[in-house]
């Protein structure tokens, strides 16, 4: 049985009618929608056992706890993190991003380096240059190739001894790029910096494994990989993390508190001030089980097929351009096109019209679409239930657009 | 399945199609002495009005450039037609429902900055020659 077959039935959303159409979601790039296990952890959750957690000394306060830390124990197998100690929670990407940017620029001096690429989103980027603005730092990115991947001969020669931080998405959100993190990595190890790596992308579609990729840090959302919104993922290695102060002060990240000081909790609470979002926790840990109950290997291959033939189809389509590395190079689930004669918004809404729900604009990633020469694209991004027929209607849909305006 | 045309026609009304691909004001001004650019956060369309002012401040003619939309597109053609020979201060008074009259659309939310998007740049390039 085909994956979207298997998985179909659980997605009650994907029942919805949009325009007198069938529903066809593709922008879970965006974020995607939600099995019924996720839904229904939750709401067990809200109705059984929600309380505060970490310091309710009832029943309900444990269970809610409990149910919380289990999903670090989750996430910590589903990246492969070597301790639980390891998995901060976030409230999603951007913040995650933006949390460990704060956190390390608070230890940069005038004249360090920061080096970030041409393909990041606009949430791996735009912390970066807050943070060096502040602390007098310099900001510096790695262009691509017009292959869409990285130029890693520029990297070396923009990595100097100055460098502290190198900030990179590992599949990127336009062209679906996968960058090649543990090359980036060990580049990064041999001039001391830092490596940040924005897996927003690579969450939902790749078998992560943190410790063969060797990298400092890894963030994600949950609500991209079949979970809730509202709660990411910050990794960081133990050393690091030790070394840092808190980026964030509040509630749970302390041990002891005077007026003038404080002693700092342990990992991973010293990054988790306030309440945090506990439903969503027990909804990741959902989203989790039932990606791994899929195989994230299995999920993989289904997103590569559908992918591949998104790329193949509209590469044969007259005045369609589609952007990124070719179909026969490994990417994520992401086909970025252009239609010519029409705007990418334009393309959205006529495809909307038949019920076809993609993403159009500038993806948060206007230095790339620069680089592209387009004010936005249109992108069409796949999930496990996505089926290769609905594939095919929006590949005879895009062929039929250049006379519908 | 309406065949592989789709037709959007709430959204996409026939003076939009035709605007778009036929818009009569697109262009440069040469003459221009009053002109403002701005973009559109959501999107990054980007749109530039060029005014010819006459002394006694009427616009005589009014053209626009700019990456937009078929919504924004034909927005600004709109504007452009519907300010040509109005005082500065009638122009600045153009409302967004005149537009909306013209255009015969059915915008939906998600889509009403682009057609605003010409107007606010349309107040800028008047606001601009103003003060100068």
Same mark, same amino acid.
């Given at each position: 049985?085909?994956?979207?077959?298997?998985? %179909?039935?659980?997605?009650?959303?994907?029942?919805?009618?949009?325009?007198?159409?069938?529903?066809?979601?593709?922008?879970?790039?965006?974020?995607?929608?939600?099995?019924?296990?996720?839904?229904?952890?939750?709401? %067990?959750?809200?109705?059984?056992?929600?309380?505060?957690?970490?310091?309710?000394?009832?029943?309900?306060?444990?269970?809610?706890?409990?149910?919380?830390?289990?999903?670090?124990?989750?996430?910590?197998?589903?990246?492969?993190?070597?301790?639980?100690?390891?998995?901060?929670?976030?409230?999603?990407?951007?913040?995650?991003?933006?949390?460990?940017?704060?956190?390390?620029?608070?230890?940069?001096?005038?004249?360090?380096?920061?080096?970030?690429?041409?393909?990041?989103?606009?949430?791996?980027?735009?912390?970066?240059?807050?943070?060096?603005?502040?602390?007098?730092?310099?900001?510096?990115?790695?262009?691509?190739?017009?292959?869409?991947?990285?130029?890693?001969?520029?990297?070396?020669?923009?990595?100097?001894?100055?460098?502290?931080?190198?900030?990179?998405?590992?599949?990127?959100?336009?062209?679906?790029?996968?960058?090649?993190?543990?090359?980036?990595?060990?580049?990064?190890?041999?001039?001391?910096?830092?490596?940040?790596?924005?897996?927003?992308?690579?969450?939902?579609?790749?078998?992560?494994?943190?410790?063969?990729?060797?990298?400092?840090?890894?963030?994600?959302?949950? @609500?991209?990989?079949?979970?809730?919104?509202?709660?990411?993922?910050?990794?960081? %290695?133990?050393?690091?993390?030790?070394?840092?102060?808190?980026?964030?002060?509040?509630?749970?990240?302390?041990?002891?508190?005077?007026?003038?000081?404080?002693?700092?909790?342990?990992?991973?609470? %010293?990054?988790?001030?306030?309440?945090?979002?506990?439903?969503?926790?027990?909804?990741?840990?959902?989203?989790?089980?039932?990606?791994?109950?899929?195989?994230?290997?299995?999920?993989?291959?289904?997103?590569?097929?559908?992918?591949?033939?998104? @790329?193949?189809?509209?590469?044969?389509?007259? #005045?369609?351009?589609?952007? #990124?590395?070719?179909?026969?190079?490994?990417?994520?689930?992401?086909?970025?096109?252009?239609?010519?004669?029409?705007?990418?918004?334009?393309?959205?809404?006529?495809?909307?019209?038949?019920?076809?729900?993609?993403?159009?604009?500038? @993806?948060?990633?206007?230095?790339?679409?620069?680089?592209?020469?387009?004010?936005?694209?249109?992108?069409?991004?796949?999930?496990?239930?996505?089926?290769?027929?609905?594939?095919?209607?929006?590949?005879?849909?895009?062929?039929?657009?250049?006379?519908?305006? | 399945?309406?065949?592989?045309?789709?037709?959007?026609?709430?959204?996409?009304?026939?003076?939009?199609?035709?605007?778009?691909?036929? !818009?009569?004001?697109?262009?440069?001004?040469?003459?221009?002495?009053?002109?403002?650019?701005?973009?559109? !956060?959501?999107?990054?369309?980007?749109?530039?009005?060029?005014?010819?002012?006459?002394?006694?401040?009427?616009?005589?003619?009014?053209?626009?450039?700019?990456?937009?939309?078929?919504?924004?597109?034909?927005?600004?053609?709109?504007?452009?037609?519907?300010?040509?020979?109005?005082?500065?201060?009638?122009?600045?008074?153009?409302?967004?429902?005149?537009?909306?009259?013209?255009?015969?659309?059915?915008?939906?939310?998600?889509?009403?900055?682009?057609?605003?998007?010409?107007?606010?740049?349309?107040? $800028?390039?008047?606001?601009?020659?103003? $003060?100068?």
């Amino acid at each position: 049985m085909r994956l979207d077959e298997l998985t %179909r039935p659980d997605f009650p959303i994907l029942q919805r009618i949009v325009n007198g159409r069938p529903l066809v979601y593709f922008d879970s790039g965006a974020s995607s929608q939600k099995p019924r296990a996720v839904l229904e952890a939750m709401n %067990r959750y809200y109705e059984r056992s929600h309380a505060n957690v970490h310091r309710s000394i009832h029943t309900l306060g444990e269970e809610a706890t409990e149910l919380y830390e289990l999903a670090r124990d989750a996430v910590q197998r589903f990246i492969g993190a070597p301790s639980r100690e390891e998995v901060v929670f976030t409230r999603g990407t951007t913040d995650g991003l933006g949390l460990i940017a704060e956190t390390i620029g608070r230890t940069l001096g005038r004249g360090d380096e920061i080096v970030v690429t041409e393909l990041e989103h606009h949430s791996n980027l735009i912390p970066w240059q807050l943070v060096a603005k502040d602390r007098g730092a310099l900001l510096k990115a790695v262009p691509i190739l017009a292959d869409g991947t990285l130029d890693l001969t520029a990297l070396d020669r923009l990595l100097t001894a100055r460098t502290r931080v190198v900030a990179f998405a590992h599949v990127s959100n336009v062209l679906g790029t996968i960058t090649p993190v543990t090359e980036i990595v060990r580049r990064a190890r041999a001039v001391n910096a830092l490596t940040v790596v924005d897996g927003a992308q690579a969450a939902p579609h790749l078998r992560l494994d943190v410790s063969a990729l060797e990298c400092d840090f890894y963030v994600f959302s949950a @609500h991209k990989m079949l979970g809730p919104t509202g709660i990411g993922v910050l990794y960081g %290695r133990r050393a690091v993390l030790d070394s840092l102060e808190p980026g964030r002060g509040g509630s749970e990240m302390i041990k002891e508190v005077w007026i003038d000081h404080a002693q700092w909790n342990d990992l991973p609470w %010293r990054f988790e001030p306030g309440t945090p979002p506990i439903a969503e926790a027990v909804g990741l840990t959902a989203a989790i089980e039932y990606l791994e109950k899929l195989g994230l290997e299995r999920v993989t291959e289904h997103e590569r097929a559908l992918t591949r033939q998104t @790329h193949e189809g509209l590469a044969r389509i007259p #005045g369609v351009t589609v952007y #990124g590395p070719p179909p026969e190079v490994e990417r994520g689930a992401v086909v970025s096109f252009a239609v010519a004669g029409l705007h990418p918004h334009d393309v959205a809404a006529l495809l909307d019209a038949e019920g076809i729900a993609v993403r159009a604009g500038h @993806h948060c990633a206007m230095p790339l679409m620069r680089r592209l020469g387009v004010v936005g694209t249109s992108r069409a991004t796949f999930s496990v239930f996505n089926s290769p027929d609905e594939v095919g209607l929006l590949l005879t849909t895009v062929a039929g657009l250049r006379s519908a305006l | 399945m309406s065949g592989t045309t789709p037709s959007a026609s709430g959204l996409y009304s026939d003076v939009i199609r035709d605007r778009w691909r036929r !818009p009569r004001h697109r262009g440069e001004l040469p003459g221009a002495n009053a002109v403002a650019e701005d973009v559109n !956060p959501l999107c990054g369309d980007r749109v530039r009005m060029m005014l010819a002012v006459a002394p006694e401040g009427r616009i005589t003619e009014a053209r626009f450039v700019g990456d937009s939309c078929a919504i924004c597109t034909a927005s600004a053609d709109v504007v452009a037609d519907l300010i040509a020979g109005r005082s500065r201060g009638e122009a600045a008074a153009l409302d967004v429902g005149e537009v909306l009259a013209v255009l015969q659309a059915e915008i939906r939310p998600t889509r009403m900055r682009c057609v605003t998007l010409p107007l606010s740049v349309l107040a $800028k390039a008047l606001d601009g020659s103003a $003060k100068r």
